[in-house]
């Protein structure tokens, strides 16, 4: 595994390019979201692991997506204010990608090649997770039934 997440950029909810390199040093939680997902209350327990983390290392990076159910249709606006109003992130939030198919954003296609889920690398649902160490390398795939608390466990060990 040759390459980092630190070579790879996105856009926030409000379009402004981020380089992941940004986040270089820090471990990564990756994951795509969605405002009317069943798993849509981890977002709860996601800030809550962001301000538990956060002063150790942790970063966690949210990416809105279309692709399953039809349950992120919104536009980023009603993304930032849904995720602000319901349930407090202050995590960086990205525009709304593509996870699966020739059009996923790159930084999934790198996860995805990099910690491959059973039985194809396809992420299956909303609220998939990907961490990656403090070196930019990915480590850990999380189902999108594995809860943030189930999580805290794996950060524990990383973060102390």
Wanted: glycine share 8%; hydrophobic share 30%; aromatic share 14%.
């Amino acid at each position: 595994m040759d390459k980092q997440l630190y070579e790879f950029s996105a856009r926030t909810l409000q379009g402004k390019k981020i380089s992941m390199d940004e986040y270089r040093g820090k471990t990564v939680l990756v994951v795509n979201t969605a405002s009317n997902c069943g798993f849509t209350p981890q977002y709860e327990g996601l800030q809550k692991l962001y301000e538990k983390y956060a002063d150790k290392g942790l970063i966690i990076l949210g990416f809105p997506c279309n692709q399953f159910g039809n349950q992120e249709p919104g536009d980023e606006k009603s993304i930032a204010e849904g995720c602000l109003i319901n349930y407090g992130v202050t995590f960086p939030m990205f525009s709304k990608v593509k996870v699966n198919g020739n059009d996923a954003h790159p930084i999934f296609k790198y996860l995805k090649k990099s910690l491959p889920g059973f039985p194809t690398s396809r992420i299956k649902w909303n609220f998939t997770k990907f961490l990656v160490d403090s070196h930019g390398y990915p480590i850990k795939r999380f189902s999108s039934s594995t809860s943030p608390e189930k999580i805290d466990v794996f950060l524990k060990k990383l973060l102390g």
